[in-house]
């Protein structure tokens, strides 16, 4: 339990370090702005932006499968005059390389990591602001200017980049995919990758040490635990990333042999593409956890918030999603099982991929403990909360198929793929991401997000979703490979085409339905009701203040009395739940 | 403060019947959107196979799926196995779907169950627990284990069985028996070299197919792969495994079939514009008719011959 330590008075004297005035203009107040609030606002607009144009990709991409040479509605004629409509091989290729792209370092990635980092780690810890304020500001500037180069490279001459979002080398040599497209797309990551670890030394470092005082570790929010832990995989491996991406741009614009093979038929002289491999997936795996842990936290929260009751084994939850971060960096040899790894390297990589499910399994069933007895309120964000642990289970458990060699060896590069790891790191984090929104959005904006609109926008997206990757796997299974233009090309897929066209409408439903998130949005910012300083009823440290909270958060830095999840004590008898920093003495041993 | 329960009866009722309006809205407009769509796609499909059974090639090569009257589990099947490790690869894939299925079905059970018992209500208090009572945590651990013994450590143990008795059980390459087969794709054609008559590979009586892979029927077939220009994935959807081509780098893999016909070759792996058009096809013969292709083949192989034509002339050491 919350225990005082004499490192509060350091805790103080960091505080006060860095007050700034408040700031009046509008840039000062809106675009260069320190305030770790206004910096999470930000990450929010620039991701649901590319959200939008990464989701009408999807879109295009499922028109592709489930009506071959037809023309793209509506916007077809505009786009591709000289196909009459129809959406090209070539732009195809594109297109899911960039929904992949975006999507994952455009969307995801500022939303949940940007956004509610930042949001969320000083509200939750106690603190004024972010540690550096100054990096957290050239944190979004330098992800902007990544978005900036990437949203070039779709115009240039050649067309943006085409070679698969895991850009593998000798495909992403200028040999094979010329022109400015792919050259740009590795700047932008670069950038945006520099702006990763930015953001994940500001993480770390926050939470270290600016936990306000007599909050221990295990007085953290999981949310902070995820974020923290999602931060350290960020500042341990987007440096390999960055570094093989570096390699790849030189390969690429100075002619180095870093990644390409020697002349035909030579073998072992020269640059290795498999070197590339092990570069991305060292990173690629870790990147799956990046993604999905923030939102793993904030379920384990919200699940204990609306079930009014303590989370279950809450220190268990944390030491799995610890493990976790541990294993995600020994098994990343998973995804490389068909490029003729050692007998050795298969036997020792599947074992440890299928370790993972130990402390996957714990902190499942520990969300499965926090409701069961509970006294659960079904709120939007509870919704998509139980959304999330609901896809993720369909996710992790068919990741069992993928973690073993010789079933891998039959699915990789099928669709069966697409669909495991777009429930797991896409749809999980996305509805993570939502509940985290109708969570939140009441703090950061003063007022409540519809509930009526956010239930009708959960079940007119979970349904849909469900079917498209259930329908994916579906296909996988029959066969279908990834990033193929025309399945119809091969008779054993000709019978596909009845699925293709569900999931087509499905992709469509769920694509529609996000326009009621975002007229959710813009009305409830305006007209919502009104939420005051508590509407959840919860006592973490972010509901002690007002909404949304004053310039520096706190007035007087709140000193921890309690664990972030105390509902439901039976030795108080007012109400149910307890603020972190009611004095101890409200809750007699019952 | 929003509200967090119920409180009259009259908002109770209303809110019922806003719920079964949607949801009758949501079911109807999905059913019908689906029921309209199934008429173009029987519409369609016929187009299709239609268009196909217009090109002679695409007909000597046709798998034989019936449209008409498929159930669904045929629709969706995969194509039937020829390898004899296929059907081990297809055990375990099923033995890990349907044990995770199970598991599904009590997580989601439990999920949906725990959500419904537990509801927020008039009168219902949650539990006070932290889950650390002796039971709760044995419940969720011994859970966690029954988990672990019955899907990790079987596919684990199947995954090392697998790999020793035929992923990486290479066959002897001095077996007469064996068929060797160099594999060497390239944007977007399938190039594979057989020896010829003095076993040596890149030499004048090679026998050099493009996109057409030929092979007797029961005996292994022993491909090295390596890829001429960019990473290509050798994926023949009937043997049950895959492994890629990659430039500069040789990977080995072996195959049998046990039915005679023809199936498909895929690129599994991205290889640029024309990926979807890159197949292949794997012809299975009778052991004799093989050979008297072979014979028939090598003979005209020394024929077809062109030193000048160097891009023809590729191959590798074959080693052990």
């Known amino acids: ?590 | 403060m929003i509200q967090h329960r119920t409180n009259t009866n009259n908002i109770k009722k209303s809110k019922v019947v806003k719920t079964l309006l949607l949801s009758a809205l949501f079911i109807g407009g999905v059913g019908g959107v689906i029921g309209l769509r199934e008429q173009v796609a029987s519409a369609q499909t016929t187009e299709t196979l239609h268009q196909i059974s217009k090109d002679p090639s695409a007909q000597t090569h046709a798998v034989g799926k019936n449209p008409e009257n498929q159930s669904f589990f045929d629709r969706y099947a995969p194509p039937e196995v020829i390898s004899s490790y296929g059907d081990d690869v297809e055990w375990l894939f099923r033995y890990t779907s349907w044990a995770g299925f199970a598991y599904f079905l009590v997580l989601a059970g439990a999920l949906g169950w725990l959500s419904w018992r537990y509801r927020d209500r008039p009168g219902h208090k949650a539990h006070y627990t932290h889950g650390d009572a002796k039971n709760e945590k044995g419940v969720t651990l011994s859970l966690d284990i029954l988990f672990f013994l019955t899907l990790d450590i079987v596919l684990v143990t199947f995954t090392f069985i697998h790999a020793k008795s035929f992923i990486w059980k290479l066959p002897d390459s001095n077996d007469p028996k064996v068929v060797k087969v160099m594999v060497m794709p390239q944007q977007w054609v399938w190039n594979f070299r057989y020896a010829g008559e003095d076993g040596q590979f890149n030499t004048a009586d090679d026998i050099v197919t493009v996109n057409e892979l030929v092979v007797p029927k029961g005996r292994q077939v022993y491909t090295q792969i390596m890829s001429r220009d960019v990473i290509h994935g050798f994926f023949i959807p009937n043997v049950r495994l895959q492994m890629d081509a990659i430039p500069g780098v040789v990977t080995k893999f072996w195959f049998d079939a046990n039915k005679t016909g023809d199936y498909e070759i895929v690129c599994a792996h991205l290889c640029g514009t024309s990926h979807y058009k890159m197949k292949a096809f794997l012809k299975v013969l009778e052991n004799e008719d093989y050979e008297s292709w072979y014979q028939e083949h090598s003979t005209w192989a020394a024929a077809k011959y062109d030193p000048e034509d160097k891009l023809l002339q590729w191959g590798w050491n074959w080693g052990l």
């Open chain 1, 1 to 590: 339990m919350a225990s005082t330590t004499h490192h509060s008075d350091n805790v103080q004297t960091a505080h006060d370090d860095h007050i700034h005035e408040l700031p009046t203009s509008f840039i000062s107040k809106y675009i260069i702005s320190y305030d770790h609030k206004v910096i999470a606002k930000q990450f929010l607009w620039f991701g649901i932006f590319w959200a939008f144009i990464g989701a009408l990709m999807s879109v295009m991409i499922r028109w592709c499968l489930a009506a071959p040479g037809q023309p793209f509605p509506i916007i077809g004629h505009f786009i591709f005059p000289h196909t009459d409509g129809v959406i090209p091989p070539d732009v195809y290729t594109m297109l899911f390389t960039m929904h992949g792209t975006i999507m994952i370092f455009f969307a995801v990635t500022p939303i949940l990591i940007g956004c509610f980092g930042n949001f969320c780690i000083p509200l939750l810890i106690g603190a004024r602001d972010m540690i550096f304020p100054w990096l957290n500001m050239a944190s979004f500037w330098v992800t902007f200017a990544g978005g900036v180069v990437m949203f070039t490279s779709l115009f240039v001459p050649m067309g943006a980049s085409a070679v698969g979002w895991t850009s593998y080398p000798t495909l992403a040599h200028s040999q094979w995919s010329p022109g400015l497209g792919h050259t740009l797309w590795l700047v932008s990551l670069f950038l945006v990758g520099n702006a990763s670890i930015m953001g994940a030394i500001n993480y770390i470092a926050t939470i270290i040490r600016l936990r306000a005082p007599g909050m221990s570790f295990w007085d953290m929010p999981l949310t902070v635990w995820g974020l923290f832990l999602t931060a350290v995989l960020n500042a341990l491996f987007i440096p390999v990333l960055a570094a093989g991406f570096m390699l790849l741009f030189l390969d690429r614009v100075f002619g180095t042999q870093f990644f390409l093979a020697a002349a035909i038929s030579q073998t072992g002289t020269q640059g290795d593409p498999i070197l590339y491999q092990h570069l991305f997936w060292i990173f690629g795996h870790p990147e799956v956890y990046i993604v999905i842990l923030p939102a793993w936290g904030m379920v384990s929260d919200l699940l204990s918030f609306f079930a009014r009751k303590p989370a279950f084994g809450y220190k268990k939850t944390a030491l799995s999603m610890t493990a976790i971060t541990v294993l995600s960096a020994l098994v990343y040899g998973h995804h490389m099982f068909t490029t003729g790894l050692s007998p050795l390297l298969t036997s020792a990589f599947t074992t440890l991929t299928l370790l993972i499910s130990i402390p996957s399994g714990i902190f499942f069933l520990n969300w499965l403990g926090t409701i069961w007895r509970g006294s659960i309120r079904f709120h939007t964000p509870m919704l998509f909360a139980l959304g999330t642990v609901f896809t993720f289970g369909l996710g992790g458990l068919t990741g069992l198929h993928l973690g073993a060699a010789s079933t891998n060896m039959l699915l990789h590069n099928t669709y069966f793929v697409v669909g495991h790891f777009h429930f797991t790191m896409a749809v999980a984090a996305l509805l993570g991401g939502f509940a985290a929104t109708y969570y939140w959005f009441p703090k950061m904006f003063g007022r409540l997000l519809d509930e009526r609109m956010g239930k009708v926008h959960f079940w007119f997206s979970i349904v849909p979703i469900v079917f498209i990757f259930t329908g994916q796997m579906v296909a996988g299974y029959a066969g279908m490979h990834r990033r193929i233009y025309n399945p119809y090309e091969y008779n054993y897929l000709q019978d596909l085409l009845p699925l293709n066209q569900y999931i087509g409408i499905a992709v469509a439903i769920v694509f529609f339905a996000q326009f009621l998130f975002l007229g959710n949005i813009i009305y409830s910012m305006k007209k919502g009701k009104v939420a005051g300083d508590n509407p959840w009823e919860v006592g973490t440290l972010e509901w002690t203040i007002s909404s949304p909270p004053p310039h520096y958060n706190f007035a007087e830095i709140p000193v921890v009395k309690h664990g972030p999840h105390e509902f439901s004590h039976p030795g108080r008898s007012d109400r149910d739940w307890t603020s972190q920093i009611e004095p101890e003495g409200v809750l007699s041993k019952g």
